[in-house]
């Protein structure tokens, strides 16, 4: 049978998602893989929506593997959360239809990235934020965030993940063309965090390869008023990795939703 | 001169707040004196508003401590800032009245208790809260929580950190009246936890040894239909330590806000 799970992790001792070289560290493919292999018996690939970075967290991630039908799924979700590492975490198990993959078949995924303005390190936040020591403009880092979105060359923000060595040897250039489909950046909705913490939100079909850390780190370039907000349209028109801010860091960002076509998966 | 801090640590790594024998880990005051001491060049004590237990986090906690008038207060955060470990920091620094003392001049304490409803653990909460198998009936335990307002005994949640092994063989019995002025249940203002997380948020002119992590164990129990609002407010009445359920865990506690008389100390 083909099962999907709804995936958590904290990102922070992780080499991503990915399985890598041993040397490089673990991952939470490789943590994955270990436990669902104990549980079929046998050794299973898991697929991932979203291979985050190194360092980077879901609340969300969906990953689909085959196992011969010998437990529900409950026993599934009970095994696998007794096996894994405490940073990760299964929240649901579904049996989805065989041809389902949790990479190809999801139309969009989520991420949300937490931005903190204070000069001061913030212990209990620190793992999860990317702290700047100044306040950033929200309203012109919304008006930025807004000129994303529809269908457009994201080229300026990354490069296609199906680029390999080979293609780029070859010359070939996958597309950069993604759509985005919700762009927000706003101040925390909790309470406590409202006057130092923004959020930035983005949705969209499929993400380049850095792209998510390559954009947060342009709009914070807004927020600190380094770029207009015309400026950042330039860049995006351009379709120019070359124009890109800094990669903002790994442990802001979170993958918090695939979505699928109706009738796909249900959590 | 006398200096008053405002402290943020996340408490997972600390034996408490108030210094131990090393055998018993490292404590925050550990922390905080050796820091200070290295700046001010000689040993200096350094007094809280709330000795939080082994595991509590602080997000406003205060202290203060007598130094000689060698360096700015600017100089005084960055330089301790610096020196202290990353999982404590000072957001703060003023000078305040000679007579001022962080524990003794406090007026209020506020704390905020995480509960996260759900079977499965949460890797990116789990440092913060206390987790439920179930979900809580939620305006049960507001109803509850709103019979502790005002003065009253609370000796159902515990003991007068004043008494002591020598006041109790004495059969010595410090008072355990206080005043609740704010106690609030509700469910998380933060979009992506309100269906599973709720907040439980206290403020006490001051509060009794465990008398927080006793009330939200009880208040759980509410929570849970183990005890109608009723009998909680029979238990609180009854003023008897006995009554109490179980203590909840260190790990879902927050020490946000210490509250002083006007004029005293502003951040």
Redesign the interface.
Known sequence: VNLAALV???GTRFAGFQRQPAARGPTVQGALETAVARVAGEAVSVEAAGRTDSGV?A?GQVVNFHVPPRHDVVTW?RAL?ALLP??????AVREVAGDFRARWSAVSRSY?YRILCRP?????R?R?VWRLPRSLDVAAMAAAAELLLGERDFGTFGSSPRDTRETRAAGVRRSTVRTMLAARVER?????YETDEIVCELTANAFLTGMVRRLVGTLARVGEGRLSVDEFAARVAAADVALAAPTAPACGL?L?RVGYPPGTVVW
Do not use: G, K, M
């Open positions: 958590e992790y904290d967290h609340s979700q959360n405490s940073d990760v975490a299964v929240a949300r001061v390190r913030a212990p209990l620190e999860y925390s909705a909790e309470p406590a979170c918090v």
